[in-house]
């Protein structure tokens, strides 16, 4: 419903403008008693929430295992193309368990110039292994600083307890009772056909 | 008087010294107060990192100004263009010679007025300095070659001469009620009789709206209106150029301020306390009385910064519409009610 404005002529009262001048005084002379809002921002800090965007950082599990698998699928949704991934192979002897997973990265870039905060990398990603952090402070005393590498992504994301672990164990529920069958059959479908 | 030359030419130095130095120390920290002010207004805290509450502010701001490249851009004219700062400054700076800060103060058994120059014509002495002070603004927009200068420049000579009209008419009706044209003798009036706000309302409202338009004060700050003319006519200028543009502005806000005082506020009065008062008081007398006066500049001096945050600026036809139409008509009226009430 259109809204109708009352565009009176303007008596000789508020033809004056004098009042309406005092009452705009009153009312800033009063805002001045208002507390204040502003944040000392070095010394105090804003409350960062858990969904807030920040910086996007790689997680290990509680057992220090990368999770990325390099699969690239961040690199593929990112829009700015921040995302640069060079796959590798999982490390060998290490102390976690990679028996079931093929890929790690070797080198992980993000450019946080290009970066556009979207989150889109860690909707996409099938093993939780990229979050958007609380980091906001992004600094440096060049570009190249800024293009934040494996180990610093490491840094910024930390660890992530993961309450699925998929990987984990998966031998030990193979072995235990009816899936002993699967894997001759799939170790058959291998050999084979 | 004394005759004594050495006598005269020492207290006139020594008040030259104290006045200026006065006015350049409310100078410079006035910027801190409108930042703090305007602030307090916005529900911020304002300039808190230099010092207590930001109060060294005003020397780091002068650090910075002075270190600054003083740069001067190649499409200029060079000789207005130097010119044109020193020409805001110098008028705001002169005005102070007739203002009357104090009562009489008695040195070595001597009676010496406490105003640099006590002229016959004081009141018309600052019109004809304080119209000068529009060409340092005018030639800082033609000089510096640019649009948004030059804009500046042109408001800034239309308003200023507009409202020099109404300042000039709005206190006539003073001097046709106090028979003088002397500041100091303005102010001994008042102190026995009646503030000149309660016996020329009409006259104080329009010299107070003339003064803001005179010191480009918002809302009539078009010469340099940072929204429409990047910053109008010192868009060119930087460093200590720059800084003499923003010191003479706030010079000209105290001498306003202090020209409100005198003419309408009393100047040195305290409520109850009459010219044998004061001189009762002595010496005293003058350090009660210059507080006095000092508190009515600041009183008004906070009433510039209150009234920036609080009415926007005008359009430049309003501004015409105001000056010619409204304020202009209101001080005739003014001069013809003054004449009337003052029929022997």
């Known amino acids: 419903m259109a809204k109708v404005v009352d565009r009176h002529k303007l008596t000789w009262y508020e033809e004056l403008y004098l009042p309406a001048i005092a009452s705009g005084l009153k009312r800033t002379f009063r805002q001045m008693f208002q507390p204040d809002i502003t944040l000392q921002y070095p010394e105090e800090r804003p409350q960062i929430y858990d969904d807030y965007r920040g910086a996007p950082g790689l997680v290990r599990d509680q057992d220090g295992r990368e999770k990325c698998v390099s699969c690239q699928l961040c690199e593929y949704i990112c829009p700015p193309k921040a995302i640069v991934i060079v796959p590798g192979e999982a490390p060998e002897g290490a102390t976690y368990d990679y028996s079931h997973i093929e890929k790690a990265p070797r080198e992980f870039f993000i450019d946080m110039l290009r970066c556009i905060y979207c989150g889109y990398c860690e909707e996409i990603c099938p093993e939780q292994a990229i979050f958007m952090t609380g980091e906001y402070e992004l600094n440096a005393g060049s570009r190249q600083e800024l293009v934040h590498d494996k180990k610093r992504l490491y840094e910024i994301g930390g660890l992530r307890p993961d309450p699925i672990q998929k990987w984990k164990g998966k031998d030990d529920r193979l072995d235990a009772g009816g899936f002993t069958d699967l894997r001759k059959r799939g170790a058959g479908a291998e050999e084979g056909e | ?344």
């Not at chain 2, 263009?81 to 103060?105: C, G, N, R, S």
């Not at chain 2, 000089?143 to 030059?150: D, E, I, M, P, T």
């Not at chain 2, 005198?262 to 507080?291: E, H, K, Y």
């Open chain 2, 1 to 344: 008087m004394s005759d004594n030359l050495l006598f005269i030419i020492g207290t006139n130095l020594a008040k030259i010294i104290l006045f200026t130095h006065l006015v350049l120390i409310f100078a410079a920290y006035m910027p801190w107060v409108e930042r703090k002010v305007s602030a307090w207004m916005q529900d911020r805290v304002g300039p808190n990192r230099v010092g207590y509450a930001g109060l060294l502010q005003p020397i780091a701001d002068a650090l910075k100004f002075i270190f600054k490249e003083d740069a001067i851009p190649g499409h200029v004219e060079k000789v207005l263009f130097v010119l044109a700062p020193a020409m805001t400054v110098i008028p705001a700076l002169l005005i102070l010679a007739v203002i009357p800060f104090a009562p009489p103060v008695k040195v070595l058994g001597e009676s010496v007025q406490m105003v640099i120059a006590d002229l016959d014509t004081g009141i018309l002495f600052v019109f004809a300095i304080s119209s000068l002070s529009v060409y340092g603004i005018t030639f800082a927009g033609w000089a510096s070659n640019n649009k948004y200068s030059l804009l500046g420049g042109v408001r800034s000579s239309a308003q200023m001469i507009s409202y020099e009209v109404c300042l000039g008419l709005s206190v006539v009706g003073i001097f046709m009620a106090a028979q003088t044209l002397r500041l100091t003798d303005i102010v001994t009036l008042q102190v026995d009789g009646v503030w000149n706000i309660f016996t020329q309302p009409i006259g104080a409202l329009v010299f107070i709206v003339a003064a803001f338009a005179e010191t480009n004060r918002l809302p009539f700050d078009l010469p340099e209106a940072e929204t429409e003319l990047v910053a109008g006519y010192h868009t060119e200028y930087g460093s200590m150029k720059f800084a003499m543009f923003f010191a003479g502005e706030y010079a000209a806000m105290f001498v306003f301020s202090a020209l409100v005082a005198v003419l309408f506020l009393g100047g040195w009065d305290v409520p109850f306390m009459s010219n044998a008062t004061f001189a009762a008081l002595g010496n005293w007398g003058v350090v009660i009385g210059m507080l006095s006066f000092l508190t009515k500049v600041c009183a008004f001096l906070f009433f510039y910064v209150w009234v920036r945050w609080t009415i926007p600026r005008f359009r430049f036809d309003q501004l015409m519409h105001l000056g010619w139409k409204v304020l202009l008509p209101l001080a005739l009226v003014n001069v013809v009610i003054t004449g009337l009430w003052n029929l022997p």
